[in-house]
């Protein structure tokens, strides 16, 4: 794992060590530089697998911040509001390739976002673990994406960007399993299902590079989902529940817009998402 994480930072300019996990969790979330936010969270990530950091600094929770940091552009719009997307050629390539940078900013708050809030959570060290990898694939993803805009003569902010994600985190802030449900079993889950078909897309109009960008992407999303199976199952069974109803339960109150089919079945159930989970949803959709 540490190899992965040395790997990856080669490049970065040396960032300070974080006091504690909480408090890496919290600037990554807070810095509005891209490349800082990506440089912090190797650092923070290589720390905490070195064995370097303490979980937590003090015996209260570290307040996150209400949103993350973001750079002056891309704009930011309502989901309703965006302009629809190129489709064809170089601008389609751009368009597709920017959205999904936004997508993975966004994943790389999420995830520390997850980490700092729920640093007081009596959660054992292996969980931790697994989510600051994640932190740091998903940083990875950023800058894989980020680097691509610039091989097409564009960049990270060129366009605008909806802003409807984080709404999944300000509505999961409170309940650790709420938040293992919809963001990993649910947001990224759904990356599972259509993540496949871009790539096929992408190959099939010669670009190989961005194809193999999101071959890459598709094999950590398949770890990220099973991990939040893992400690969903793990919260559900300390607490006597079912994880399935508990699953659905969850959705139908933290999650608007609906589980739309087809899914990624053999996916999903790779990853520990067993239909049961969420096809019961499928009626959300109307």
């Known amino acids: 794992m540490m190899e992965n994480v040395d790997a990856e930072s080669e490049e970065c300019i040396s960032v300070e060590k974080p006091a504690s996990l909480e408090e890496g ?24 697998f ?3 950091l303490s979980l937590r600094r003090g015996s209260g929770p570290l307040a996150m911040p209400d949103r993350p940091g973001r750079p002056d552009k891309p704009v930011l719009l309502p989901p309703r509001d965006m302009p629809r997307r190129s489709v064809g050629g170089e601008a ?20 520390w976002d997850l980490i700092g809030r ?13 989510w600051v990898q994640v ?7 950023f800058s894989l994406l980020e680097r691509r805009l610039e091989d097409l003569d564009s960049h990270y902010g060129a366009l605008p960007a909806h802003d409807g994600l984080w709404q999944a985190a300000q509505a999961t802030g409170h309940d650790l399993a709420a938040r293992l449900a919809i963001i990993p079993l649910v947001l990224e889950a759904r990356g599972l299902d259509i993540t496949p078909g871009m790539i096929e897309k992408s190959g099939a109009l010669g670009d190989t590079q961005t194809a193999s960008i999101l071959e890459i992407i598709y094999r950590d999303e398949k770890r990220h989902v099973a991990f939040g199976a893992k400690w969903f199952r793990y919260i559900c069974d300390r607490q006597g529940l079912k994880p399935e109803s508990r699953f659905q339960q969850l959705v139908r109150t933290h999650f608007k817009g609906g589980l ?15 239909p049961g ?9 109307g």
Do not use: C, Q
């Open 25 to 48: 969790a919290r600037a990554i979330v807070a810095e509005a530089d891209t490349a800082r936010k990506v440089e912090l969270a190797y650092a923070t990530s290589r720390a905490w």
């Open 50 to 52: 070195r064995r370097e």
């Open 92 to 111: 389609g390539r751009i368009a597709l390739v920017h959205s999904l940078a936004h997508i993975e900013l966004n994943a790389v708050d999420l995830t």
């Open 118 to 130: 729920f640093a007081h959570a009596k959660m054992p060290r292996s969980y931790f673990d697994d």
């Open 135 to 141: 932190g740091l694939e998903e940083a990875k993803h």
């Open 260 to 274: 739309k089919p087809p899914f990624n079945d053999r996916a999903r159930s790779e990853a520990g998402l067993t």
């Open 277 to 285: 989970f969420y096809r019961p949803l499928v009626r959300l959709v």
